[in-house]
Structure formats: C-alpha cells, structure tokens
C-alpha cells in the first residue's frame, strides 16, 4: 500500500499514514488502504494494540482538496453523501476497535487528521504537534466523526469554540484541554508510543474490550443500564484464564503480566 505503510511486531501493529509529499492528506486511495489496515488490525487476534502515526514530521493534514476539487465537476449533493458514507465502515472500525488505539501526533493534525486522532484512546503529542478543525476555512462541517468525538474529550462549549473559530490548537493547550495525553520529544515520540501498545500485550483482550465498548457507550446509558452491563461483563472476565493467571501471580507474589508503563520517555 503505497500510500499507507502496515507493520506488525511482537502483538503491536503500527499504521503510517505516507504521503508525505501532500503532509498526509487523505486521498481517496489512502482512504481506501486505512479502511484495509484497520480491518486487518480488528481481525487479527495476535495484535493487541495498535500505534497510529504520519510520516515525514506530519500526522495529517485532513482531507485532500485537490482530489475533491477534481472530483467537483460531476459532484452532486448525493454524490457528495455517498462519498462521505463510504468511510463510514474505517471510521466505525477505529472507533469500535476492541483493542488500544494510540496516535503519535508530530507537526499537523488537520481537519480530518484531527478527527483521526481523536478517534484513539490515547493521543501523544511532540512540542510541534499542531490541531485544528480547518473545516470552517473552507465553508464545510467537521467531518469524520468530529461532531461526536470532540464533545466527549472537551464537553460541548470548547468543543463548539474549537470548531466554530478553525484555531490551531498548539501541543502544550491540547495538553491541558485532554485532546493529548502527554507531549513527549519528537525523538521519542515513536518509541514511547510503542512502549504504550506492547504493554497491553500482557492485559487481556476481553476486559480491554468490554472497557473500550462501555465507556464508548457512557454518555448515553442511564445508571441502571450501566450498572447491568458491569455485571454482565464482569462475570465474563472472572472466568478467563488470564484473570485466573492474573490472581495466581498476585497470590505467588510474582510480577504481573501486565504492566502499563509508569511515566513517558525522555
């Protein structure tokens, strides 16, 4: 895949978005190789984490104009609508993956590129990380999931401000508003995230599962339907072996098989 470089190693996948010449834009065959890749990463079960990044100092730049501007001298308002719901099965995958997403965001996170990012569940940002939900610049409306991802990192009010006003969002700000992590060195930005993934290598894919899918349904589940769903899922974690593996370990006094690194690189 030209476009997109796809590796995994020791249970961590990693996605390079690798246009670097167009700062990672999303043309349509990337689009079309992401939507590959992440369903390679949701149906294999030796990946247990996956590290989403941009090439060239870039994470990504949002959607490719050039190609839409190409494409808007037989465009329609269905065409249009059949364009957008094409990226509806990538976009629901990244959302709905049953195991860790990290981004590791250097130089732009644009647009789409910022909706990107806020589609994982850790974002690590370098010193010269940019974010910006462009889409106002350009007359258009934040776009691949954006309008629901957004609210739930910065509540509704910043959210609104940040799609509202197009403004860049430098690293140390996405710091403090929750849309990164940790800002980590350029350097070793890779690395840490890489660090991050394979410590979920040890968790098990169950509990990491029912998390991601409970929380991702928080906001709109009442208590009593919340509480329901714990216990359900509780009482399919107690019967797993890597639970039974994990008391064994605790009780013999040994190391835990997971490990979730204490604190960022450099």
Not at 154 to 161: I, L, T
Not at 214 to 230: F, Q
Request: with cysteine; glycine share 8%; net charge negative.
């Amino acid at each position: 895949m030209p476009d997109l470089d796809y590796q995994v190693r020791d249970g961590v996948a990693t996605i390079t978005l690798n246009r670097p010449h167009a700062r990672n834009a999303l043309s349509a065959d990337m689009k079309d190789a992401l939507t590959i890749a992440a369903a390679a990463v949701a149906g294999d079960e030796e990946v247990r984490a996956v590290v989403l990044t941009g090439a060239g100092g870039v994470f990504c730049a949002g959607g490719d104009l050039r190609g839409m501007e190409e494409a808007r001298a037989t465009a329609t308002v269905e065409s249009w609508r059949e364009r957008m719901r094409a990226v509806h099965p990538l976009i629901r995958t990244l959302v709905e993956l049953d195991k860790p997403l990290i981004a590791a965001v250097d130089g732009a996170a644009y647009g789409a590129g910022f909706s990107l990012a806020l589609m994982a569940d850790f974002v690590l940002a370098s010193p010269r990380a940019r974010f910006c939900l462009s889409f106002m610049r350009v007359g258009l409306v934040p776009d691949f999931a954006a309008m629901h991802t957004l609210p739930r990192v910065v509540g509704v009010q910043r959210a609104k401000e940040l799609m509202l006003s197009a403004r860049e969002v430098p690293a140390d700000e996405a710091l403090r508003l929750g849309i990164a992590m940790e800002i980590v060195p350029a350097d070793g930005l890779l690395a840490r995230a890489h660090a991050l993934a394979a410590s979920f290598r040890g968790a098990s894919p169950l509990a990491l599962g029912l998390i991601k899918a409970e929380v991702g349904m928080s906001l709109a589940t009442d208590l009593r339907t919340a509480l329901g769903n714990e216990a359900d899922h509780q009482a399919l974690c107690f019967e797993t072996d890597t639970h039974r593996a994990a008391v064994r370990r605790f009780l013999a006094k040994e190391p835990a098989a997971f490990q979730f690194p204490a604190a960022p690189a450099g």
